[in-house]
């Protein structure tokens, strides 16, 4: 339950249609199991302790009273256990009889929610036998207990405000405007539905959208518990497909036919930062809903839940192969408004032999040709210098030349040693200045260029290096239009490999794997016998490491500690504790103390829903102090 993560499951047993001794005992034997798989919530089906297939039988006056004590029998089975259960119960209000989701906590009867839309159409007859609770607002006594009876019922968690649970019934979801439509703007996160929906051919799929849809319009948990084997099959047959779906994904879905238990650990810290960058999301809603309190320890509880070492990356090949060419079209879209825009019929682009010029090549190549510009008007620059090595010089002239731009190469070396002397700066001295004055005159060099060819400079720098600060200001962090600024480094990876397993130019695609192949560099020292002494990772960390932290730092707002836990989490057995303690930190710090940086960064087009655009997705001041730093060095401890 620590850091939002709340164990949930969907249950229902093989009842006896009207036998609710019998169910009460079932269920209870649920919940037992439940608490030893750790669940916080607990939703039963509809009518679980009758069975929904009763019929007439709801009529009798010795079923109801025995729904009644089984009601009781469960509600004291929850004592002591730290666990909220929904439970399906007919229940007489004013000689009316209303199908009820009974909220149980701690041996208590926190409230009944009727069901307000009653099907009456097929095989369903409910209007036979139960009245609509729209607009009743009642309070019943079940055994000692004065319990409320009202659809506008919100119970809310004391420890986790960000827990806010309503309930809906079947066929409530199934309308044009379902209850929990404004039982979410009033402030429910989890949204509990035991229902009796019949199986049919087909059906499952329809259900699944409709529950995960609903998750998606609320930015909301959805549990939706089914009737399963046990009901009547006298006309129909239910199949107890459970459901676990969260903002449009579905965590948990039990196979159908088996009356299986599911289980899914929902986030609903995730839910509620959603909320409030949604500024669409109504909110402060809350009407007449009755809010009642209800308390659950906090303890921390093992996550089940995965998280994808590369979130920004599909692990599906398919899909992944589909995302990669929609970035692509993203990208060089993007650059093809700006050079109609502008009128500009030429493009000028830093080549390395490293990812990122290859990558912004590759998209400009694809502008060019949406344009019908000839691609020998795209000026590729290789600018050599101290730390240039033959592998990567070669594959920038072959990158250049096997796709048809034209290529410029300009040693920079002696301008460089011109600058050094300039500034009275000791060429052996192999600093930030030493490094960053090559960066600068590249840079130069390429505006200048640009002048000359009344064109764009590209820029191609990727948001991985953007949220470091991984830059040189005024150097490679300045240009024109920057394709690659909001693709993170573990994706450019996959465009470029998408692009060499597509093209149909072998040498292209030999190319590109070499490019691959090669570690990622700036090349501002001297190589060491010709090999690349220079490796990014081993200055700024692992790029797979600070995607992580970045996707889930700005896509949910997840908290440094939390951050800290699920890397540790989903990277065990590739960094140990301290390795990912000590790359947080900083990413951390260089997140924070770089961001001057993103503040005036040029204009690109967003591909992803994380970016750090300045005028878009991350404003923030650069003077901020380091979100969460304090005292996190105790935390640290406790957790490791």
């Not at 119970?155 to 209850?179: H, N, S, T, Y």
């Not at 050079?339 to 990558?359: F, M, N, P, Q, R």
């Not at 090559?438 to 949220?467: F, K, P, W």
């Not at 591909?607 to 650069?622: F, H, Q």
Request: a negative charge; glycine letters at 8%.
């Amino acid at each position: 339950m620590k850091d939002g993560f709340i164990k949930v499951a969907c249950a229902t047993p093989k009842v006896k249609v009207a036998d609710p001794e019998y169910n009460a005992g079932a269920m209870i034997k649920i919940i037992e199991e439940a608490e030893g798989r750790g669940a916080n919530i607990l939703v039963f089906s509809e009518l679980t302790i009758s069975g929904y297939t009763c019929g007439d039988l709801f009529l009798q006056q010795p079923l109801l009273k025995g729904c009644t004590e089984g009601l009781l029998k469960v509600a004291a089975a929850t004592k002591g256990r730290n666990m909220l259960v929904v439970a399906g119960c007919p229940l007489v209000v004013k000689q009316k009889l209303y199908n009820c989701a009974v909220v149980i906590h701690e041996g208590k009867i926190l409230g009944a929610v009727p069901k307000t839309h009653l099907p009456n159409y097929s095989e369903f007859y409910e209007l036979r036998h139960f009245a609509s609770g729209k607009g009743m607002d009642e309070v019943i006594r079940l055994g000692e207990m004065e319990v409320p009876v009202c659809t506008d019922q919100l119970f809310v968690c004391r420890e986790i405000p960000e827990l806010i649970i309503a309930c809906e019934i079947c066929e409530d979801l199934w309308v044009p405007l379902p209850p929990s439509t404004y039982h979410a703007m009033a402030g429910a996160t989890v949204i509990c539905n035991p229902s009796a929906s019949v199986e049919t051919t087909t059906k499952e799929v329809y259900r699944r959208s409709l529950v995960s849809n609903q998750s998606a319009r609320l930015l909301a948990a959805y549990l939706y518990a089914n009737a399963g084997e046990g009901e009547s099959t006298q006309d129909v047959v239910y199949s107890g497909h459970h459901l676990i779906c969260e903002n449009g994904s579905v965590l948990a879905e039990a196979e159908r036919f088996t009356n299986e238990t599911i289980y899914a650990d929902i986030d609903v810290q995730r839910l509620a930062a959603e909320r409030r960058k949604m500024t669409s999301f109504p909110g402060g809603e809350t009407g007449s809903c009755r809010e009642i309190p209800f308390s659950l320890e906090i303890r921390e509880n093992p996550i089940s839940r995965t998280f994808p070492k590369a979130p920004f990356v599909p692990d599906n090949k398919e899909e992944r192969e589909k995302r990669c060419n929609e970035i692509l079209s993203l990208q060089s879209m993007g650059l093809k408004k700006r050079l109609e825009h502008t009128g500009c019929k030429h493009a000028v682009i830093g080549i390395s032999g490293g990812l990122d010029s290859t990558l912004a090549v590759l998209v400009t190549a694809r502008a060019f040709d949406m344009l019908e510009i000839p691609r020998e008007n795209l000026i590729c620059v290789t600018m050599p210098c101290f730390g240039t090595t033959d592998r990567t010089y070669q594959n920038a002239v072959s990158l250049v030349h096997e796709l048809g731009a034209s290529l410029k190469e300009i040693r920079i070396e002696k301008a460089v040693r011109q600058h050094f002397e300039d500034i009275g700066h000791d060429e052996n001295v192999h600093d930030v200045t030493y490094e960053n004055s090559q960066a600068r005159e590249r840079t130069q060099i390429l505006m200048d260029l640009a002048n000359q060819y009344n064109g764009m400079v590209i820029g191609t720098g990727d948001m991985s290096e953007l949220a470091l600060g991984w830059a040189t200001y005024n150097g490679d962090h300045m240009s024109m239009y920057a394709v690659n600024c909001s693709v993170p480094k573990t994706l450019v990876r996959y465009l470029v490999l998408y692009y060499a397993d597509t093209t149909e130019n072998k040498k292209l695609s030999e190319v590109l794997m070499d490019v691959l192949d090669t570690p990622v560099s700036p090349e501002l020292l001297p190589p060491v016998d010709g090999v690349i002494s220079q490796k990014t990772e081993d200055l700024v960390g692992p790029y797979e490491l600070h995607d992580f932290f970045l996707y889930y730092m700005l896509r949910f707002g997840f908290p440094k500690t939390k951050l800290y836990r699920i890397a540790k989490q989903t990277f065990e057995g590739v960094y140990d504790d301290e390795t990912i303690r000590k790359w947080l930190d900083k990413f951390y710090w260089r997140f924070f103390s770089q961001h001057f940086k993103r503040s005036c960064l040029p204009d690109g087009p967003k591909v992803g829903s994380v970016a750090v655009s300045p005028r878009g997705d991350l404003r923030m001041p650069s003077d901020a102090h380091v979100l969460g730093s304090r005292g996190l060095g105790d935390v640290y401890k406790r957790q490791i």
